[in-house]
Each structure stands twice: as C-alpha cells, then as structure tokens.
C-alpha cells in the first residue's frame, strides 16, 4: 500500500458489496479500506472509495484514527476528530425526530 507492507482482508458484506482492508502487519490497525460509495451530488454514480487512516491516539483503552482521508472520483476529503467520548450518557430525546 504505497510502499508500506500491509495484510490484506477481504470483506464481503450481507449485501454482496466487497471491502477491502489493508492492515499494518505490527500493530493490527487499519491502514486503509477500499470500498464502494455512492456520489449523489450530481446523479447517483457508484464509484470506489479508498480511505486512508491515520494519527492513532488511545481514548479509553481504545486506540481510534483521528485522521480519514477519502478519495472518491475527483474529491478528496479529509477528517480530523477533536473529540472522542466513549459511552456517553445521551438522553433519548437527542435521537427524536424533529
């Protein structure tokens, strides 16, 4: 996977839809994922979709990318998380419909 060594785990979904998970040999973590995705900001268009994982950080025993790159067509996204929590108390109006 761009030079680095990773194993590859294919993951075939209820659906039929295949992802394909490239994992870093040492630690376990996800390097990066090859799915499919849809595109409905112009006409709905199935493409493939690779994500890039990256600034692992521990949150309560769970070790969680801070940083997903997405390549979808000819967008490139990027997402930075600030914050984890993990179980948080929520109450149930939060999920109510508006």
Do not use: C
């Not at 997405?70 to 149930?92: F, L, M, S």
Request: proline fraction near 5%.
């Amino acid at each position: 996977m761009n030079g680095q060594e990773t194993l590859r785990l294919e993951l075939t979904r209820s659906n039929g839809w295949v992802e394909t998970w490239h994992l870093d040999p040492r630690t376990w973590l996800e390097v990066a994922v090859d799915s499919k995705v849809f595109d409905y900001s112009q006409l709905p268009q199935e493409m493939q979709e690779r994500a890039y994982f990256s600034d692992f950080r521990t949150v309560d025993g769970l070790v969680i990318p801070h940083r997903i790159e997405r390549e979808y067509g000819a967008r490139h996204t990027v997402t930075r998380v600030e914050k984890i929590r993990v179980n948080p108390e929520v109450e149930d109006g939060v999920f109510a419909m508006p």
